[in-house]
């Protein structure tokens, strides 16, 4: 029986190959420029509805919260109004702060078409069993970075401006935000929640190829707790234990999600011998 190969194989050298990954780098390149550029000229928009939102009450997690504090009858979880005020000290900070938004969110809005980018790059090569898992590969891949991101921007980044923003160590120091610091904090979070929720992606990829499996997943869940606090404590900047409960959850609670979507190496292999 002949060797499969793949479908589209079109038997190019390996010049042609790097010539086609320029192209799809140039193209990638285009479109984040574009985007980069009419996200540049919607300042008041991006700023003031999106950026800048979660530093007031009125913002939707805070609205969300009041509502359900009234449902359950816990005054409590109502959030105090308040209203985080800004400063800048830097001559230039708004103007580069301007740009290193925009250049933010066309990476982030842009993500899928660099996926499709790539994936049109590499579908040649696969082979059609291939092909449909590395299409469910990027999808998952797609959703999880954006649903990271819309965590981190909803809830963690608010929680955290709020607990930090009215912390005081005593009333004779008042607080003093920069731009720098809430810009800083606001695509630091949201970007690495962004990033952290591929999680399952990854722990399913390595139990596919054998690295681990999910016995050993759940045999180490009390392992796993104690490297995503430190993972926690890493990618949040400010450092207080707040923010590393807040980050800290949705991390296990991807763990366990993780664990749902891995293999099991041995009984795969039995499931063979009984088919």
């Given at each position: 029986?002949?060797?499969?190969?793949?479908?589209?194989?079109?038997?190019?050298?390996?010049?042609?190959?790097?010539?086609?990954?320029?192209?799809?780098?140039?193209?990638?390149?285009?479109v984040?420029?574009?985007?980069?550029?009419?996200?540049?000229?919607?300042?008041?928009?991006?700023?003031?509805?999106?950026?800048?939102?979660p530093r007031?009450?009125?913002?939707?997690?805070?609205?969300?919260?009041?509502?359900?504090?009234?449902?359950?009858?816990i005054?409590?979880?109502?959030?105090?109004?308040?209203?985080?005020?800004?400063?800048n000290?830097?001559l230039?900070?708004?103007?580069?702060?301007?740009i290193?938004?925009?250049l933010?969110?066309?990476?982030v809005?842009?993500?899928?078409?660099?996926?499709?980018q790539?994936?049109?790059?590499?579908?040649?090569?696969?082979?059609?069993?291939?092909?449909?898992?590395?299409?469910?590969?990027?999808?998952?891949?797609?959703?999880?970075?954006?649903l990271?991101?819309?965590?981190?921007?909803?809830?963690?980044?608010?929680?955290?401006?709020?607990?930090?923003?009215?912390?005081?160590?005593?009333?004779?120091?008042?607080?003093?935000?920069?731009?720098?610091?809430?810009?800083?904090?606001?695509?630091?979070l949201?970007?690495?929640?962004?990033?952290?929720f591929e999680?399952?992606?990854?722990?399913?990829?390595?139990?596919?190829?054998?690295?681990?499996?999910?016995?050993?997943?759940?045999?180490?869940?009390k392992?796993?707790?104690v490297?995503?606090?430190?993972?926690?404590?890493?990618?949040?900047?400010s450092g207080?234990?707040?923010t590393?409960?807040?980050?800290?959850?949705?991390?296990?609670?991807?763990?366990?999600?993780?664990?749902?979507v891995?293999?099991?190496?041995?009984?795969?292999?039995?499931?063979?011998?009984?088919?």
């Amino acid at each position: 029986m002949a060797a499969e190969t793949p479908l589209n194989d079109t038997g190019m050298s390996f010049w042609e190959h790097l010539e086609e990954f320029r192209k799809v780098l140039i193209r990638s390149v285009i479109v984040l420029l574009v985007l980069m550029v009419v996200i540049f000229l919607n300042k008041t928009f991006v700023f003031e509805t999106i950026i800048f939102a979660p530093r007031s009450s009125d913002f939707v997690f805070y609205k969300w919260l009041e509502s359900l504090s009234r449902l359950l009858n816990i005054p409590s979880m109502a959030p105090e109004p308040f209203k985080l005020e800004l400063q800048n000290i830097e001559l230039a900070a708004q103007f580069f702060t301007h740009i290193n938004i925009s250049l933010s969110l066309a990476l982030v809005l842009g993500t899928p078409f660099i996926l499709y980018q790539l994936w049109l790059f590499v579908k040649p090569a696969l082979y059609e069993k291939e092909r449909k898992a590395a299409v469910r590969a990027f999808a998952w891949c797609s959703f999880l970075f954006f649903l990271g991101v819309l965590a981190g921007y909803f809830f963690v980044f608010p929680l955290t401006i709020n607990f930090l923003g009215n912390y005081r160590v005593t009333d004779w120091v008042e607080n003093q935000i920069t731009l720098q610091s809430y810009i800083h904090m606001f695509t630091w979070l949201i970007l690495i929640m962004g990033i952290v929720f591929e999680m399952p992606v990854l722990l399913r990829v390595l139990s596919k190829i054998g690295i681990i499996s999910k016995d050993f997943l759940k045999k180490h869940r009390k392992h796993a707790f104690v490297i995503l606090l430190i993972l926690a404590a890493v990618i949040t900047p400010s450092g207080d234990a707040f923010t590393l409960f807040i980050v800290t959850v949705p991390l296990y609670l991807l763990y366990e999600a993780s664990i749902l979507v891995s293999y099991n190496k041995k009984s795969e292999e039995d499931e063979k011998v009984a088919v």
